[in-house]
């Protein structure tokens, strides 16, 4: 928690653009798949951080996932034998908990990661962290090239973040999607974390 909390103050502090900062969480696995959980056993835990202002908005996260290949479609080559734990994409969609949505963000194009790609580490075989950034110019936008506009207009969702309030859930969850579950094999609602005193102390000095 320290370490997450250190993370969002030093995005807080980036530079005299950044007015406001609010970090996420989320827990991913099959059971969340709406309508239908799935059996899937791979898990996902994501941090995010909400950075920026009007017209600077970022959303910054980081994703550790175990137990799914990400080597066929987003490395080198396949890390296991079988073929139905192999990733196809990782999303952002919209819709509360309990029911499936459209897509919001992509980290693959054409739906989209417009700018700089995610950074994928293989920690092991079947381990992976994904850490990039969803900015203004990324989503999906139902154009080509993209544009600020359209259900993945970061400016309209940074004012839903800021709206949420800590513990609660908002209508944005991040899913993959594999061989064996195309539609969707685990997913997990984005929740409002609860910042830690430090992060108050700080943030009520004016850090």
């Not at 320290?2 to 103050?9: K, N, V």
């Not at 951080?49 to 080559?77: H, K, Q, R």
């Not at 989209?112 to 994904?130: D, R």
């Given at each position: 928690?320290?370490?997450?909390?250190?993370?969002?103050?030093?995005?807080?502090?980036?530079?005299?653009?950044?007015?406001?900062?609010?970090?996420?969480?989320?827990?991913?696995?099959?059971?969340?798949?709406?309508?239908?959980?799935?059996?899937?056993?791979?898990?996902?835990?994501?941090?995010?951080?909400?950075?920026?202002?009007?017209?600077?908005?970022?959303?910054?996260?980081?994703?550790?996932?175990?137990?799914?290949?990400?080597?066929?479609?987003?490395?080198?080559?396949?890390?296991?034998?079988?073929?139905?734990?192999?990733?196809?994409?990782?999303?952002?969609?919209?819709?509360?908990?309990?029911?499936?949505?459209?897509?919001?963000?992509?980290?693959?194009?054409?739906?989209?990661?417009?700018?700089?790609?995610?950074t994928i580490t293989f920690l092991a075989p079947t381990v992976v962290n994904i850490s990039g950034t969803w900015d203004?110019?990324?989503?999906?936008?139902?154009?080509?090239?993209?544009?600020?506009?359209?259900?993945?207009?970061?400016?309209?969702?940074?004012?839903?973040?800021?709206?949420?309030?800590?513990?609660?859930?908002?209508?944005?969850?991040?899913?993959?999607?594999?061989?064996?579950?195309?539609?969707?094999?685990i997913r997990g609602q984005l929740v409002a974390a609860v910042p830690?005193?430090?992060?108050?102390?700080?943030?009520?000095?004016?850090?």
């Amino acid at each position: 928690m320290l370490r997450r909390t250190a993370i969002a103050l030093g995005l807080l502090m980036l530079g005299s653009n950044v007015y406001a900062a609010r970090e996420f969480t989320a827990i991913l696995d099959g059971s969340q798949v709406a309508p239908n959980p799935t059996t899937e056993t791979g898990r996902g835990i994501v941090v995010g951080v909400l950075v920026g202002g009007p017209g600077t908005w970022s959303f910054a996260y980081s994703v550790i996932f175990t137990g799914f290949d990400f080597g066929t479609n987003f490395g080198s080559g396949a890390m296991t034998v079988q073929t139905g734990d192999d990733v196809r994409n990782f999303h952002i969609h919209t819709a509360d908990i309990g029911a499936g949505g459209p897509l919001v963000y992509s980290v693959r194009q054409p739906d989209y990661e417009a700018g700089n790609g995610p950074t994928i580490t293989f920690l092991a075989p079947t381990v992976v962290n994904i850490s990039g950034t969803w900015d203004l110019i990324d989503g999906n936008t139902n154009q080509n090239p993209p544009a600020n506009t359209g259900i993945g207009n970061l400016d309209y969702w940074a004012q839903q973040m800021l709206a949420t309030q800590p513990g609660e859930a908002i209508p944005l969850y991040f899913d993959i999607h594999t061989e064996a579950f195309p539609t969707s094999a685990i997913r997990g609602q984005l929740v409002a974390a609860v910042p830690e005193p430090e992060a108050y102390a700080l943030m009520l000095a004016g850090l």
